[in-house]
Every structure is written in structure tokens, then in C-alpha cells.
């Protein structure tokens, strides 16, 4: 499943959401991921998931694991931050949930701000096509009767 940039954002805060979701009814991080790989098999994502437990089950540290994940959350305008966040979560015993939540938050808030510049792009790219054929068919409808009576008024 080939996903766009923004569409794979938007799924990593899915994904985010449903972890939060797993962590708060007492799952583990790792068994959550598991869960979650399980549950959506044909996500877009899921070869990433995939690739992490896998690391962690061949005997990989958290952090090895993790730089893993770092490199294939490249779509990510920051991917660094959120596994760093992750780890400094996983080695101290912080809650898990509140990071992920914030970070699924402000992937969303990203992916707004880019579905809010693709339409003002697009708005412009409309413009063209309105001014072209649209309003002068407007004009025409209009303003033929008058021309029409104008004309028979003058002979």
C-alpha cells in the first residue's frame, strides 16, 4: 500500500492514538505495537511496526530498535525527537501515553496545515478556468436579450 506523504502522517497519528488507546488498558509498549500489527495487517505502516518487534525480538536494544524505527519514520518532519521522546520514556519508566497523545496531536495539526495549503493552491489553479470560460458564458446569457432588444428597437 503506497501512501502519500501526508496520508502516511495522518496514519501515524492513527497509529499513535491506538497505542495511547492499548497503553491506558494496561498493555505494554512492545505488546501494544503487537497488537496493533495484528489488528490492521495491511496498514501502511505495519512494515515499519514490523521491522521494530522484529529487532526487539531478535535481542536488540530499545535504542538499536529504535534508530531502526528513526529511519523508517523519515516522513516525519522530525523523526529524531519522537524517538528520542520514546526512549528517554522507555528508560526512565515515564508514561508512555501522554507523549504519544501529544505527538499523535501535533501530527494532525500538521496534516491540517498541509491539507489547508494543498486547497489554497488549488483555490489559484480555479481561477484560470473561471475567468476563461465561466464568467464570459455568464456574460453572454445576460447580456444577449439586451443586445437583442437594442437591436430591434434600432431598426
Known amino acids: 500500500m503506497d501512501l502519500s506523504h501526508s496520508q502516511k502522517i495522518m496514519e501515524f ?7 495511547v488507546l492499548f497503553l491506558k488498558s494496561g498493555c505494554s509498549f512492545l505488546h501494544a505495537i503487537e497488537v ?20 526487539i525480538r531478535l535481542g536488540s536494544s530499545q535504542s ?12 516525519l518532519p522530525n523523526p529524531g525527537l519522537l524517538c528520542h521522546g520514546l526512549k528517554l520514556s522507555l528508560e526512565q519508566g515515564m508514561p ?7 505527538e499523535a496531536e501535533h ?14 493552491q488549488k483555490q489559484f489553479k480555479l481561477f484560470f478556468p473561471l ?6 458564458a455568464v456574460f453572454i446569457a445576460l447580456l444577449t436579450p439586451i443586445v437583442i432588444e437594442l437591436l430591434g428597437e434600432l431598426s
Do not use: C
Open 131 to 136: 475567468f476563461l470560460f465561466i464568467l464570459p
Open 64 to 75: 538499536q530498535s529504535l534508530e531502526v524505527l528513526e529511519k523508517g519514520l523519515s516522513f
Open 96 to 102: 508512555l501515553s501522554d507523549f504519544l497523545s501529544e
Open 36 to 55: 496493533m500489527v495484528q489488528v490492521y495487517p495491511t496498514g501502511g505502516l505495519t512494515e515499519i511496526w514490523t521491522q521494530y518487534l522484529w529487532r
Open 13 to 19: 497519528s492513527r497509529n499513535l492514538d491506538l497505542l
Open 107 to 120: 501530527l494532525r495539526i500538521l496534516y491540517v496545515a498541509h491539507l489547508e495549503k494543498s486547497i489554497f
